[in-house]
């Protein structure tokens, strides 16, 4: 199998070298690697430039959005068996090709496969996320998006083929929409034991920080998916009227963690509790009452470390 990684990048200087690293380090070692430069107006173009190897790809160009970078990416890679989107501040474990390779290739029927990741704070701090979930998602995810982004989930390329292209009209929660049309096309399979394979990196400027507080960010994604030919024919409007609502409260949820995070809290407890009273749930209401405390995922976020000569961020973990 033929692994095709995919790096949108704009703007990555300080990060895009340790992404390529982390690829280049792989120990499965047959991939290609095509980094889309999305009209970087720091050094990324530069950077990018550096590297020589020869399964390595740089693509230049105007700035477009990460959908219509990624989408150039998987017209570039026309040779890979599978794909894996890989964001150009983020880094892969050494083994996790290799991994994501095996479990994929083991279930020949499902159409993604998908590992843990690692959350690398501004301040440090890790944070391992597992993935449990597995076989036919689609109601899962059209509840909410159980992927952090693609780095830690490998796509068969005939799955791709079948879905089509990222949506380019969305600024926000396009790899959501895309996951769930994925969905609708085969059942994903998790990694035994959901190692973490990607290392997330929280900063400062990252679409998710700058874009998951803000409640009208949501509304475009969620129009797409629920319209879309591929869900619609799924379920009869009544179910899927129901799943919308759930998506919402989740969504509710999400703007008021990262409100609080960012410094709102009360406005940030006003969203938690519109969340709890259109879905409530024991676990969310002890999350409510959490939400004081300042800790878990309500932890307010740090400044960004610093990187080293290789590009690697100071956080004390081996890229």
């Known amino acids: 199998m033929r692994i095709g990684v995919i790096i949108p990048a704009y703007n990555v200087a300080p990060w895009i070298a340790q992404a390529i690293w982390s ?16 009209g970087s107006t720091d050094a990324t173009p530069e950077i990018i430039r550096r590297f020589s190897d020869s399964r390595l790809t740089g693509l230049h160009g105007a700035n477009y959005g990460v959908s219509a970078a990624r989408n150039r990416g998987i017209a570039a890679a026309a040779d890979a068996d599978a794909l894996l989107f890989l964001d150009g501040d983020d880094w892969l474990a050494p083994d996790a090709l290799a991994t994501l390779a095996r479990t994929l290739q083991d279930t020949p029927d499902a159409v993604a ?36 982004n693609g780095g830690h989930l490998l796509i068969r390329r005939t799955a791709i083929n079948a879905v089509g292209l990222f949506d380019t009209a969305l ?27 990607l290392y997330l990196r929280e900063r400062t400027g990252s679409a998710y920080r700058t874009m998951a507080h803000s409640p009208a960010r949501f509304g475009p994604c969620l ?24 998506a919402e409260a989740e969504n ?8 609080i995070r960012h410094g709102h809290s009360h406005e940030g407890r006003s969203w938690l509790l519109r969340s709890v009273k259109a879905v409530p749930s024991a676990r969310r209401i002890g999350l409510l009452c959490a939400s004081w405390s300042g800790f878990g995922p309500f932890r307010p976020y740090a400044a960004s470390a610093s990187t080293n000569r290789r590009g690697t961020a100071c956080t004390g973990m081996a890229a």
């Open 23 to 38: 690829v280049i380090d792989q120990t499965y070692r047959d991939w290609s690697l095509v980094i889309v430069n999305d």
């Open 113 to 148: 496969a998908a590992a843990g990741y690692v959350r690398v704070g501004a301040d440090r701090s890790h944070r391992t996320v597992r993935i449990s979930a597995g076989g036919d998602m689609l109601r899962q995810l059209l509840v909410r998006n159980l992927f952090i």
């Open 171 to 197: 600024s926000y929660g396009e790899d959501w929409h895309y996951w769930t049309r994925l969905a609708t096309f085969g059942p994903f399979v998790t990694v035994r034991g959901s190692p973490p394979l």
């Open 223 to 246: 129009d797409a998916i629920y319209h879309h030919p591929c869900i619609t024919a799924r379920f009869p409007p009544s179910d899927l009227a129901q799943l919308r609502r759930r």
């Open 252 to 259: 509710d949820w999400v703007v008021g963690r990262e409100l």
